[in-house]
């Protein structure tokens, strides 16, 4: 049974009372912009500039800071929960580059500093469910994913959204053996990538995203399953047809393509009917779609769930 971690630095114990307190904050500023200074979005603790979203985040009490930065999945930096956080230093983002191709008009490749100048941030407060069934309430950063789209204008040929995590054998931990066919690689169908609750993160807690929650930048779809929230993207490529997902490419009879948050529909190991949320001893019941049925079901109106999953 996972229970609450503690906060041990002052700094976190700041950050997480002036989240818990934000809604007045804003509420008594008449929505005005929350503004947090901006820099170097290297830098370690590095806070954004970033207005809040009001339409798609949830209310329910955020995880703290040290849970969602404590208990990752992470492979390329080890298997345990706790080994993205210990290994999170190996991951390399000086540089860092994010490459957007395939059938598009507009090819292009961005540094970090000028992704965020280009596209304004957000803040949503996200359901995470695993499909391990745990979850979290996370305050990520970000941009809606269509945002890109739009720059890079895909062409009619482009069906669905590719997404290729970093390839780093001689420093990530994870890569030096063969878990997986690495590099890590997730997609979607163009529908769901221009849907406005696909996101592309860049922070949570109004800072940059630590290394071992997939800095520098990362995709966050909120209601499907963890997994297919990409780490670490390199490179957003428009394809035909349909992409190679590693979780699907290595074992298809318990991880679909699409993946969607659905308590109807059990993992063969385990059911997906009740889910821990970290922090808490009680298990609460899983929804489907995550919660977000009412914005995303119509996606789904013409396919069975429980035979494509």
Same mark, same amino acid.
Request: no cysteine; hydrophobic share 40%; glycine share 12%.
């Given at each position: 049974m996972m229970s609450k971690f503690n906060i041990d630095k002052e700094s976190d114990i700041t950050d997480e009372i002036f989240f818990k307190n934000r809604r007045k904050i804003i509420a008594a500023s008449l929505s005005a912009p929350l503004m947090l200074g901006l820099k170097n979005i290297h830098a370690d603790n590095q806070s954004f500039l970033f207005t809040k979203d009001l339409k798609y985040s949830t209310n329910e009490e955020t995880n703290t800071y040290k849970q969602i930065t404590s208990y990752n999945n992470f492979y390329e930096l080890g298997t345990g929960k706790r080994d993205p956080m210990i290994n999170s230093k190996k991951l390399i983002t000086k540089d860092w580059?994010?490459? #957007?191709d395939g059938e598009v008009e507009n090819? #292009?490749?961005?540094?970090? =500093? =000028?992704? #965020?100048k280009k596209f304004p941030l957000e803040e949503r407060i996200y359901r995470l469910r695993c499909v391990e069934a745990w979850s979290m309430v996370i305050p990520w950063i970000g941009f809606e994913l269509n945002k890109i789209i739009n720059y890079v204008k895909p062409t009619a040929n482009a069906k669905y959204v590719a997404f290729e995590s970093i390839l780093d054998r001689e420093n990530l931990p994870g890569q030096k053996r063969n878990i997986l066919n690495w590099p !890590?690689?997730?997609g979607l169908t163009m529908f769901e990538a221009i849907h406005p609750?696909? #996101?592309? $993160? +860049?922070?949570? !807690?109004?800072? +940059?995203?630590? &290394?071992? &929650?997939? $800095?520098p930048v990362r995709l966050i779809v909120p209601w499907k399953y963890g997994f297919k929230s990409i780490k670490s993207i390199v490179k957003i490529s428009f394809v035909k047809d349909i992409p190679i997902c590693t979780w699907n490419e290595e074992t298809p009879s318990e991880y679909g393509f699409f993946s969607n948050v659905n308590p109807n529909v059990s993992h063969p190991r385990w059911s997906q009917k009740r889910e821990r949320r970290i922090g808490e001893f009680r298990k609460r019941d899983t929804t489907l779609f995550n919660g977000y049925g009412e914005f995303v079901s119509h996606l789904y109106s013409d396919i069975d769930l429980t035979k494509n999953f």
């Open positions: 580059t994010l490459t #957007i090819k #292009i490749t961005f540094g970090m =500093d =000028d992704l #965020i !890590y690689r997730e609750l696909t #996101i592309l $993160s +860049v922070g949570l !807690y109004g800072k +940059v995203l630590p &290394n071992q &929650n997939g $800095s």
